[in-house]
């Protein structure tokens, strides 16, 4: 926090936080959601902490999209090549390569702006899991978010003719937090990966995990990957945007991201990729045009003849309306500076996390006294270990209707977060369009929603304290 006592901020310290941030001209280059559009009650913007499920529309974004459809509708075809706003749609991407690069930390080479997450990390797994009768399972953190769970299971399948169908079944290795703990230790990471270490080909994981928040010690885990001559791949849906990405200094061999998140570029929008350069994809590739050398690739030649780098495993021509949306965010990131845009979410996140630990509903430790209570616990660790993302359980645990009762009420007050079944309710203030004083606001309406489903008596106690041990 920028000022560090202890005393919780009221709302007039924060607007003057505000008032004091470096960073504060850029909200107001975002369209910030409507409290009644997004079904709640009252006039005015959302509290929107939702930037790590869908990033805001900025407003350089709807210009440019306007323009696209402009051009689409007066200049058609021809857009492809002449431009009036010099972004002809043949070449939509070269402007984002330097930006995204500069992003995840790698060279402009290794780097390309293509499809979608899930397409991405089956077209790279086609490449760089090549298994062996010996060397053929996958890392695979249990929890992780379903998408990669049902893509890294189904490649083991694709190799009938080298894995024993017992070695299919056996092929992927889920890890899982210690009993009662809700996140991975990186010893134990480390732990799984040695016990295994003849029989990995790949490890693969979160920069940032979607449920939990987490941010997971990649400068730790690669150099233990590549000591037992498996390779390392990240998905950095939550990362990109969020934390600080260095893919070339930690060494991942390959990495997938979506930009529809901290990114902004609108629903569904285009991902990306990381392949190291001179990571060996044993002749192995799934080709198509747009993987093909650009200075050749209209020349429409029967042999596919590959662009070197990621590039290379492109397949289609680029989306281009959802390439100019990422764009408009990566330019203004480009123009604060990602470091000093790590120093405000850090207090942004760090001033909720202050809230949310000052509240009685807080119950960091469960004990048989206070076990059936209603409150919340944080799953997040603490910083470092995490990014914008404070993820919190709904307690009582093994009460499964009491969050979408608090998540509802967060919706109606003008709270927007998401939440994840059963218990989890996910916040993100997000540095380019959050301030200080939403988190006050937020805070509050969190707190309300506690006390209406306290005081509402919708939940009863159902075991007598006093019956039970005193411990
Ligand atoms: C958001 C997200 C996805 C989404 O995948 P798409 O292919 O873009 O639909 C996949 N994996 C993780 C970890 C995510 O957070």
């Known amino acids: ?239 990109i945007g969020n934390v600080e990405c260095k893919l070339n200094e930690w060494d991942v061999d390959f990495a997938v991201w979506c930009t529809y998140k901290y990114l902004n570029s609108g629903p569904a929008g285009i991902g990306g990729f990381y392949v190291k350069d001179g990571l060996d994809n044993g002749g192995r590739r799934l080709a198509g045009w747009w993987g093909n050398d650009s200075a050749t690739r209209f020349q429409m030649l029967p042999e596919f003849n590959p662009t070197k780098g990621a590039k290379g495993y492109q397949h289609s021509c680029t989306p281009v309306f959802s390439s100019i949306p990422l764009l408009s965010t990566l330019e203004l990131i480009n123009k604060i500076g990602f470091n000093k845009m790590l120093k405000k979410q850090k207090d942004l996140t760090g001033l909720l996390e202050k809230l949310l630990k000052s509240s009685k509903y807080y119950k960091p430790f469960l004990n048989t006294k206070n076990q059936n209570e209603l409150g919340f ?10 990014g914008t993302q404070l993820s919190i359980s709904i307690l009582p645990e093994n009460n499964k209707e009491i969050m979408p009762k608090i998540f509802s009420r967060l919706i109606k007050n003008g709270l927007i977060g998401d939440e994840r079944y059963p218990n989890v309710i996910r916040l993100s203030p997000v540095v380019l369009y959050n301030k200080f004083e939403e988190i006050g606001k937020a805070f509050k309406i969190l707190e309300d929603a506690f006390k209406a489903e306290e005081d509402g008596k919708e939940f009863e106690n159902e075991i007598d304290l006093d019956m039970i041990s005193k411990d």
């Open 1 to 239: 926090m920028a000022n560090s006592t202890d005393k919780i901020p009221t709302i007039d310290d924060l607007i003057k936080l505000d008032q004091d941030d470096p960073l504060n001209w850029t909200r107001d280059e975002f369209e910030i959601p409507n409290i009644k559009a997004c079904g709640g009650e009252g006039d005015g913007g959302a509290i929107y902490f939702c930037g790590n499920s869908l990033g805001l529309l900025s407003k350089k974004a709807r210009k440019h999209m306007i323009e696209e459809l402009d051009v689409w509708s007066t200049s058609s075809v021809t857009g492809h090549f002449s431009h009036p706003h010099k972004r002809p749609w043949k070449h939509v991407d070269q402007p984002l390569t330097p930006h995204l690069a500069k992003l995840v930390g790698a060279k402009e080479s290794e780097v390309a702006h293509s499809s979608t997450l899930t397409s991405n990390m089956h077209n790279l797994f086609t490449s760089f899991y090549r298994p062996t009768i010996k060397r053929w399972k996958i890392v695979i953190e249990k929890g992780s978010f379903p998408s990669d769970w049902y893509a890294v299971h189904s490649h083991p399948k694709l190799h009938e003719a080298v894995l024993s169908p017992q070695q299919i079944d056996e092929a992927i290795i889920g890890l899982e937090p210690r009993e009662g703990e809700d996140t991975l230790r990186t010893e134990d990471i480390l732990k799984v990966i040695e016990e295994n270490q003849d029989e990995i080909a790949i490890v693969w994981l979160p920069l940032v995990q979607y449920y939990t928040g987490q941010l997971f010690d990649i400068a730790t885990i690669s150099p233990k990957v590549h000591s037992i001559g498996a390779l390392l791949g990240l998905d950095m849906a939550h990362g």
């Open 377 to 386: 616990k944080i799953l997040t660790p603490e910083f470092p270990f995490r």
